[in-house]
């Protein structure tokens, strides 16, 4: 399926000069003089390199389809991990990198959906948002209440987030995990 240059969104998987490339990064760009332009950060999902590349409103690029399937993460095995289907109960191990920047929010038993390319595991999809708990956060500073300023907290995984002032240790909350963002309080 083609798509215009301006269209490119984060987490799509493009084919791109002979390769299957999945999108990191975006940022869209308006310079004074010419066109706006689309400056794209893409990882190979194949050999994992990584390039930057300019896409203008013109440009055409393909989407890639890929097959989706349902599996269960079960444990790390050094730097792989293994993955269950839930259907045939078969198990596959994967590289942990895999994952990139969401391998932390990883959780025993968490339910994923495994990316195919011609039948091959080339991509790790996790839920979009997790709960996770607050281990460390720094205290509110006197003052600082009325504006909607937010304060540096450690998750139980490790990640470092910003969260709202009234957000303590031992707090529940979602946390997006592409983003690694605040959503909110967990009920």
């Known amino acids: 399926m083609k798509m215009s240059g301006v269209d490119i969104r984060p987490g799509n998987i493009l084919e791109y000069e002979g390769g299957i490339w999945k999108v990191a990064k975006i940022q869209h760009t308006q310079p004074g003089k010419g066109g706006a332009y689309m400056q794209v950060e893409m990882k190979n999902l194949i050999d994992g390199r990584k390039t930057n590349v300019r896409f203008r409103s013109a440009d055409t ?19 792989m991990l293994v993955f269950m289907d839930e259907n045939t109960f078969e198990q596959i191990n994967l590289p942990s990198d895999l994952l990139g920047d969401a391998r932390p929010f990883l959780q025993d038993g968490m339910k994923v959906s495994l990316e195919l390319w011609e039948e091959r595991p080339i991509s790790v999809q996790l839920p979009s948002q997790i709960e996770a708990e607050i281990v460390e956060a720094d205290a509110v500073v006197k003052g600082q209440t009325a504006s909607s300023s937010y304060k540096p907290a450690v998750l139980d995984n490790g990640v470092r987030i910003m969260v ?19 959503v909110g309080k967990a009920s």
Do not use: A, C
């Open 61 to 79: 690029v393909e989407k890639v389809r890929l097959e989706t399937q349902d599996y269960q993460f079960l444990y790390e095995d050094g730097d």
């Open 164 to 182: 709202p002032p009234h957000i303590g240790s031992g707090t529940r909350i979602i946390v997006d995990v592409y983003e690694q963002t605040y």
